[in-house]
């Protein structure tokens, strides 16, 4: 009893799936049809024209939205996600002789512009022509999924007035095919509308061209703060060293005393700004880093870190320096982050190498609601892995804790 | 000397004051930002002032355009400015009113605290002191560098000095030669490039300066 029961059940839904297949791929190519046959039989194609221009005009404005559709049905029955990859619309300028640019040209009133880049964008994108292109295959799946239906009609067109023995013939068809005929309609689906390869390369070409630009964002500001630090503090540190040797020189006769406290000053001078090189040192390329690779440099990370910081880390090979060098920064960004913004006790750091992915865990038991929005630290931080398509996952509720997942591939 | 000096770094600030509070002068007021500094320099017409170029609240040029800017009110009101790098640009930038009592150093300069007092007494007497980094450089690659060629080693080296705003007697003292000897260099170098001999020190710095920063 119970295969029987399975079998309707599935039964039903098959004919629902293949009805909405139907339903959807089906109506325009029967406009087609029509006017193709009624040209063959009736004759003079002239007569025809408003009904081809018509549907002309009807397969174009229905042709995206009947895409998105089979999309979304193959989404939601197989769970493949195939992207739509259709351009998206640039933003419109006013000029500064009053005139709107949209990218392609100019036009006097921002609707006009907006219209004018719609219609453009709508030719160039090869997304539009896939799409049209799909129309045809849409009727093909439809035909495959009204099956069902065909032979059900058969059936009682058989049973009532041809012969039973097509009725029987119809039904047989119309149970037999009904859970099978929407399965051709996904991999159809995927295989024509799934992005071309030079879409796909388009896409990815957008986003290493923003890539870059945060890149050299990035290290135009480095480079600033680095000269601001050397500016302000070693350099500074340096001259108010010779400015105190001057003095004393000077004052060595006429205020003994006086000189040699300024040599006493002078030199704890020349300390603290060893000090401070050291300092800057470090923040440009840690000498540990250098020295032992990334799991001994977070070590001493974690000990200069006002926090009970443990560290487990598998043992991981030499990795390349500008990834070892975005991941400690990274951790120890963060572990700011849990001092100064979360008032952390505790903080768990793992760096586990999986498969060829470095993945990189900080986890404090602070208040939480690390605020990942763009321009924010985390943010500055998710770009700098971005480099190398590394990936930052924050998940930081009110009240805490914070874990941040950090994760890069390394090629290794 | 009444002195103002205008620097944000604190260390510095405080080091400059106790170095020329060492030779016996006056600090009349300290400044550090852009506008504290033009404020202070209309307000109190110091004798000569020490002014640091990159100042906040920008972190920019600030000093330095708070010093061209209070020479625009009050011109001639003698500046010494104070960079931990000289530029060319800056230089031209201050010498392009020609109004003499100008002096444009690097930090280090202070180092030498004799010098540095000399040439500061000097930009108050509205002469023009030039740090050595910017003459050698205006030499090496300004745009007079191929017509200075047909000068001879010494009479470069008494240009280089003229041009930092060096006097006869003080370019005599630096090189160990008589006040009269350095007079006779003078006389052939100027014939040789053609600049017109002034009485006065500080125009005939000024001269120099304009010949060594003009083309063709």
């Known amino acids: ?412 | 000397m009444r002195i103002l000096i205008a620097e944000d770094l604190y260390l510095l600030r405080d080091g400059m004051v106790r170095l020329v509070e060492a030779f016996g002068h006056q600090v009349v007021a300290t400044a550090s930002t852009g506008p504290e500094t033009l404020d202070a320099l209309l307000r109190w017409r110091p004798d000569v002032s020490i002014v640091d170029v990159r100042m906040p609240p920008s972190q920019s040029d600030e000093g330095l355009r708070a010093a061209l800017a209070a020479r625009r009110e009050a011109p001639g009101l003698p500046i010494l400015i104070l960079s931990q790098h000289v530029d060319q640009l800056y230089a031209r930038e201050l010498l392009a009113d020609g109004a003499g009592g100008i002096g444009y150093f690097l930090k280090e300069s202070v180092f030498d605290a004799d010098q540095f007092v000399d040439a500061l007494e000097r930009v108050a007497a509205g002469g023009t002191a030039m740090d050595p980094a910017v003459i050698a450089k205006l030499l090496s690659t300004g745009p007079s560098r191929n017509r200075l060629d047909e000068l001879t080693e010494r009479e470069r080296e008494v240009l280089a000095l003229m041009a930092e705003g060096l006097s006869n007697q003080a370019i005599g003292k630096r090189l160990f030669l008589s006040e009269s000897a350095i007079g006779k260099y003078t006389t052939s170098m100027f014939g040789k490039l053609g600049i017109t001999d002034s009485e006065s020190d500080n125009r005939r710095v000024l001269a120099v300066l304009a010949y060594l920063n003009s083309p063709g």
Request: net charge neutral; aromatic share 6%; glycine share 10%.
């Open chain 1, 1 to 412: 009893m119970r295969p029987v029961v399975s079998w309707v059940r599935e039964a039903c839904a098959g004919s629902a799936r293949a009805g909405a297949v139907a339903a959807l791929g089906l109506p325009v190519p029967i406009l087609w049809a029509g006017i193709a046959a009624g040209i063959w039989f009736l004759g003079n194609p002239w007569a025809w024209t408003a009904p081809i221009v018509l549907t002309l005009v009807a397969t174009l404005l229905t042709s995206r939205g009947l895409c998105a559709m089979f999309r979304k049905l193959v989404a939601q029955w197989t769970g493949t996600v195939i992207p739509g990859g259709h351009w998206e619309a640039r933003p419109v300028t006013r000029m500064s002789t009053g005139y709107w640019w949209n990218g392609y040209s100019y036009s006097r009133s921002n609707k006009e512009a907006a219209e004018d880049q719609r219609l453009r964008i709508l030719w160039h994108d090869p997304a539009t022509w896939r799409d049209l292109r799909f129309v045809p295959i849409a009727a093909l799946a439809g035909l495959v999924a009204a099956v069902p239906f065909a032979g059900f009609v058969t059936a009682v067109v058989g049973f009532g007035v041809v012969s039973p023995l097509l009725g029987v013939a119809g039904l047989v068809v119309a149970v037999g095919s009904a859970p099978y005929a929407w399965r051709a309609t996904p991999p159809l689906t995927v295989r024509f509308l799934r992005p071309s390869r030079a879409m796909l390369l388009a896409g990815r070409v957008d986003e290493l061209t923003a890539q870059r630009a945060d890149t050299t964002v990035a290290q135009a500001a480095e480079i600033r703060r680095i000269e601001r630090d050397l500016h302000d503090g070693a350099q500074a540190r340096l001259v108010s060293l010779g400015l105190a040797l001057a003095t004393a020189e000077k004052l060595m006769e006429t205020n003994p005393e006086a000189a040699k406290a300024l040599m006493r000053e002078a030199r704890a001078g020349a300390a603290s700004s060893l000090t401070e090189i050291r300092d800057l040192v470090r923040g440009i390329n840690p000498p540990v880093l250098t020295e032992r690779g990334l799991v001994d440099a977070v070590r001493a990370l974690a000990l200069d870190t006002p926090l009970d910081v443990t560290v487990s880390a598998d043992a991981l090979p030499r990795l390349d320096a500008p990834i070892e060098s975005a991941v400690y920064f990274g951790v120890a960004e963060l572990l700011t982050n849990a001092v100064k913004h979360a008032r952390a006790h505790e903080a768990r750091v793992s760096i586990v190498l999986d498969g060829a992915v470095l993945v990189v865990e900080v986890e404090d038991d602070g208040r939480g609601g690390a605020d990942p929005g763009p321009g924010g630290g985390l943010d500055g931080l998710r770009r700098r892995l971005a480099v190398f398509d590394g990936s930052l996952e924050v998940t930081s509720p009110e009240g805490g804790p914070t874990r941040a997942r950090m994760a890069v591939p390394c090629g290794s």
